[in-house]
Nanobody, 127 residues
Framework: QVQLVESGGGLVQAGGSLRLSCAVSGRTFSSLAMGWFRQVPGKEREFVAYIRWSGRSINYADYSDSVKGRFTTSKDNAKNTVYLQMNSLKPEDTAVYYC?????????????????WGQGTQVTVSS
């Protein structure tokens, strides 16, 4: 049973920062493909970032154009946790953020490539 538990969301002023956490259990953390997506009510899920690693080495990571240069995803093997560091936040970043695991082992920008999802954490950026 793969479980992803998210935390770190909250209310922040524009220009501020938040760090989201996604703790993974039920599957080995040593080699994984994960993605970050966000969603606002009435809209489809939007790709934010993905990361693929093996051991201590990150194989690849990428970001959507809207967050590139502001967001960074990383991992902590000792804590079985993936992070999304969000800096220079804008009101348009307001959404529920989800982490996800791709069982096939390939991180992509498509939500249908992911098999397990976190419960979501709300990020609200005030102007």
């Amino acid at each position: 049973q793969v479980q992803l538990v998210e935390s770190g969301g909250g209310l922040v002023q524009a220009g501020g920062s938040l760090r989201l956490s996604c703790a993974v259990s039920g599957r080995t953390f040593s080699s994984l493909a994960m993605g970050w997506f966000r969603q606002v009510p009435g809209k489809e899920r939007e790709f934010v970032a993905y990361i693929r690693w093996s051991g201590r080495s990150i194989n690849y990571a990428d970001y959507s154009d809207s967050v590139k240069g502001r967001f960074t995803t990383s991992k902590d093997n000792a804590k079985n946790t993936v992070y999304l560091q969000m800096n220079s936040l804008k009101p348009e970043d307001t959404a529920v953020y989800y982490c996800a695991v791709a069982n096939r082992g390939m991180a992509t920008v498509k939500d249908y490539d992911y098999d397990y999802w976190g419960q979501g954490t709300q990020v609200t950026v005030s102007s």
